[in-house]
């Protein structure tokens, strides 16, 4: 079945670099996603990439795609403290019922002053 | 401003008793989702709705009902038969085209059962 996999925890200093990673399975996936949780709040959707694209960059935030290995990362650039939450990877399938998510678990960042 | 409430943001019920989690939006959204999550665990989908008057169960339905009676709401009752309801509770919603999965989040509810 789908499953989407991430290391449970990231710490990292303030003012460098971030990167988050996310396995999946599924290779029929049309978009993927990345979203941020801070405590005790929703998901906010951070960003997107289409399956047919290696790379997108909005402002500090960068995201990869390897389609073959099925590798998606996520660098968070010049890292805040404000960028300490949990950060779960998601994946579409190509026409799945409902237009359903798969969820990893989620990576944790600490930022460290 | 458009965007998904959810209320209240803090529940408590007692052991044996229903209790219903409201969801609203604005964004003119067809399709409508509810997920569980636990603590220090990913989400997992309890029942969605890919339009009005029908809805289909998730990963883990059992104990839960929902309706759709309108398309800006989609309430979700955790009965007294989830055995386990203590959880944090979101809803989402999203345009509902075919092949975009992008989902928006509500705030969320934390139940918790005495």
Request: hydrophobic share 25%; glycine share 8%.
């Given at each position: 079945g789908e499953d989407v996999e991430q290391s449970l925890f990231l710490s990292v200093r303030e003012g460098d670099s971030s990167?988050?990673?996310?396995?999946?399975?599924?290779?029929?996936?049309?978009?993927?996603?990345w979203y941020k949780q801070e405590p005790g709040a929703g998901l906010q959707l951070l960003t997107y990439i289409f399956s047919n694209m290696d790379m997108k960059q909005d402002q500090r935030l960068t995201v990869l795609l390897n389609k073959k290995d099925k590798h998606l990362s996520l660098r968070i650039a010049d890292t805040q403290t404000g960028d300490s939450a949990i950060y779960f990877c998601a994946h579409g399938a190509r026409e799945a019922a409902g237009n359903k998510l798969t969820f990893g678990g989620g990576t944790r960042v600490l930022v460290k002053p | 401003?458009?965007?998904?409430?959810?209320?209240?943001?803090?529940?408590?019920?007692?052991?044996?008793?229903?209790?219903?989690?409201?969801?609203?939006?604005?964004?003119?959204?067809d399709a409508m989702y509810w997920y569980r999550q636990d603590p220090g665990q990913g989400?997992?989908?309890?029942?969605?709705?890919?339009?009005?008057?029908?809805?289909?169960?998730?990963?883990?339905?059992?104990?839960?009902?929902?309706?759709?009676?309108?398309?800006?709401?989609?309430?979700?009752?955790?009965?007294?038969?989830?055995?386990?309801?203590?959880?944090?509770?979101?809803?989402?919603?999203?345009?509902?085209?075919?092949?975009?999965?992008?989902?928006?989040?509500?705030?969320?509810?934390?139940?918790t059962v005495l």
């Open positions: 990167v988050i990673n996310c396995t999946y399975t599924d290779s029929s996936s049309t978009y993927l996603y | 401003d458009g965007g998904i409430t959810q209320s209240p943001k803090y529940l408590f019920r007692k052991e044996g008793q229903n209790v219903t989690l409201s969801c609203e939006q604005n964004l003119n959204h989400l997992r989908l309890i029942y969605y709705s890919q339009i009005v008057n029908d809805f289909q169960k998730g990963d883990i339905a059992e104990g839960y009902s929902v309706s759709r009676e309108k398309k800006e709401s989609f309430p979700l009752t955790v009965t007294s038969a989830q055995k386990n309801p203590t959880a944090f509770y979101l809803c989402a919603s999203s345009p509902g085209l075919a092949g975009v999965n992008t989902q928006y989040f509500g705030p969320g509810t934390r139940l």
